[in-house]
T-cell receptor, first 117, second 116 residues
Framework: GAGVSQSPRYKVAKRGQDVALRCDPI?????LFWYQQALGQGPEFLTY????????KSGLPSDRFFAERPEGSVSTLKIQRTQQEDSAVYLC???????????????FGPGTRLTVL | AQSVTQPDIHITVSEGASLELRCNYS??????LFWYVQSPGQGLQLLLK??????LVQGIKGFEAEFKRSQSSFNLRKPSVHWSDAAEYFC??????????????FGAGTQVVVTP
C-alpha cells in the first residue's frame, strides 16, 4: 500500500510488560512523527525524526518511552514497564520534509490501540 | 502557553444542513493551521491547511475554512453536510519558530453526528 502502516493494530499488555509498536512510513518520506491519542482527546505530540536523527523528543512522557529509526525508514516506539495510563492510540505520521523552508503535509497511519490491564 | 481550543465537543446536524466548527488558537504569531478528520478506525486525513495568503481556503470533500487574525480563529464550514461527514474533526496548529518544525498541536476535537 501507499500509505503509512502501523503494527500491530491492537495490543493488550499486562502492567509491567514491555511493548514495541512499529511504523512503516510512506516510501521516500524524510520526516516521521509519533503522537499519543488518549480516549476522547486530540493527538499529543511525542517525538519526531528527520531521517534517522531524532530532532525532538520533548513530548515523550517519561524515560520509559523510547523511539528509534535506525535506518531512516521504519520506526519503533518502545514502552517499557507499561502502566495503565499508557493506554491510548499511538499514531504515526510521515511527511516529505519539515523545515523552515518546506512544511509538508503529515500523512497519518491508522494507529495502534494499546490497552494496559 | 500556546493552545488550540475547539469549544464544541459534540455537534448534531441534519443531512443537507450547513455545518460550522470552531477553532481558536493562542500563538505568538500566525501559525500554520490545519483541519483533520478522523473516521472510526481510520487515520487522520487532512481536509485543508492555511500557511499564508488568501484567508479563505478550500479543502477536500467540499470543506472550507476562514482564517481571522483579529479573532485568532480558523473555523471550518461546509454548506451542505452528507451522512458520510459524520466523524471527529480536529483543528491543529504548526510551529512558527525554529525550535521544532515537526510538532503539530491538536485541539480536543469536535464529534459531528449527522441525522437523516
Amino acid at each position: 500500500g501507499a500509505g503509512v502502516s502501523q503494527s500491530p493494530r491492537y495490543k493488550v499488555a499486562k502492567r509491567g510488560q514491555d511493548v514495541a509498536l512499529r511504523c512503516d512510513p510512506i516510501s521516500g518520506h524524510v520526516s516521521l512523527f509519533w503522537y499519543q491519542q488518549a480516549l476522547g482527546q486530540g493527538p499529543e505530540f511525542l517525538t519526531y525524526f528527520q531521517n534517522e536523527a531524532q530532532l525532538d523528543k520533548s513530548g515523550l512522557p517519561s524515560d520509559r518511552f523510547f523511539a528509534e529509526r535506525p535506518e531512516g525508514s521504519v520506526s519503533t516506539l518502545k514502552i517499557q514497564r507499561t502502566q495503565q495510563e499508557d493506554s491510548a492510540v499511538y499514531l504515526c505520521a510521515s511527511s516529505l520534509a519539515v523545515s523552515k523552508s518546506s512544511y509538508n503535509e503529515q500523512f497519518f497511519g491508522p494507529g495502534t490501540r494499546l490497552t494496559v490491564l | 502557553a500556546q493552545s488550540v481550543t475547539q469549544p464544541d465537543i459534540h455537534i448534531t446536524v441534519s443531512e443537507g444542513a450547513s455545518l460550522e466548527l470552531r477553532c481558536n488558537y493562542s500563538y505568538g504569531a500566525t501559525p500554520y493551521l490545519f483541519w483533520y478528520v478522523q473516521s472510526p478506525g481510520q487515520g487522520l486525513q487532512l481536509l485543508l491547511k492555511y500557511f499564508s495568503g488568501d484567508t479563505l481556503v478550500q479543502g477536500i470533500k467540499g470543506f472550507e475554512a476562514e482564517f481571522k487574525r483579529s479573532q485568532s480563529s480558523f473555523n471550518l464550514r461546509k454548506p451542505s453536510v452528507h451522512w458520510s461527514d459524520a466523524a471527529e474533526y480536529f483543528c491543529a496548529v504548526g510551529p512558527h519558530s525554529t525550535d521544532s518544525w515537526g510538532k503539530l498541536q491538536f485541539g480536543a476535537g469536535t464529534q459531528v453526528v449527522v441525522t437523516p
